[in-house]
């Protein structure tokens, strides 16, 4: 949903100048990556537990700028490569757990076991689903297919979250819920399609 040709080329008009400008600064790729992720995981870890989810939106919507920037940094400068990918999608990973850990926290504060449990199968499951993708890649398979992508899972939960700081009620409970589903749905479908990549054919042919 959000790498069509008319969003990045959107993207790119907008966040070229700015990646021109800090490569001209001497700033690295890899510290605007390890910038973004302190900012998300600290704003997270600060903010939600605490049911302050407005301040805590705000500052990690500014983070995702980050996320895109060091990309376009990358390529403009030649240093696109293994390692940065690696580096962001281990970061990626980090980011993805506070945001989801510091929902479990406030969930439990909440006293209710069944957000608690959503949050912390959002959390467990988006893990996994990155991790599935990972190991389908080492050994040969491959593993893009998924109802509950990393993009989509943030924008859901980041959205739900500055509706109930604004004072929506019950959203963050469904948003959260219904992630929860989505993500083990997700995991499932890595699975049964890895396996079917991977199955040795019978001698008689199926």
């Known amino acids: 949903m959000l790498n069509n040709p008319a969003a990045r080329k959107v993207s790119t008009a907008v966040l070229e100048p700015i990646a021109r400008l800090l ?8 510290a605007v990556t390890v ?7 600290t704003a997270a870890l600060v ?6 989810f407005v301040p805590g939106v705000l ?5 995702v700028i980050a996320d895109l920037l060091d990309g376009t940094m990358a390529r403009l400068s030649g240093r696109a490569g293994p390692w940065g ?12 757990g506070c945001v989801f850990g510091a929902l479990v926290l406030w969930a439990a504060a909440t006293g209710n076991a069944w957000t608690t449990a959503a949050a912390l199968t959002c959390l467990v499951g ?13 050994v040969g398979a491959t593993a893009n297919v998924g109802i509950a992508e990393r993009a989509e ?20 409970p469904i948003a959260l819920g219904l992630l929860a589903v989505l993500s083990v749905v997700t995991v499932v479908q890595r699975i049964v399609v890895v396996r079917r990549q991977l199955k040795a054919p019978s001698g008689g042919g199926e």
């Open 47 to 52: 903010f939600f537990p605490r049911g302050d």
């Open 126 to 138: 988006g893990q996994v689903i990155s991790y599935a993708k990972a190991r389908a890649e080492a």
């Open 153 to 172: 899972r943030l924008i859901v939960v980041l959205l739900a979250a500055l509706l109930a700081g604004l004072g929506v009620p019950y959203v963050l």
């Open 59 to 63: 500052i990690i919507g500014l983070s």
């Open 23 to 30: 490569l001209k600064l001497h700033v690295s790729p890899d």
């Open 85 to 96: 990918n690696f580096l962001d999608a281990t970061l990626d990973r980090v980011a993805d």
């Open 35 to 41: 910038v973004g992720t302190l900012i998300t995981c």
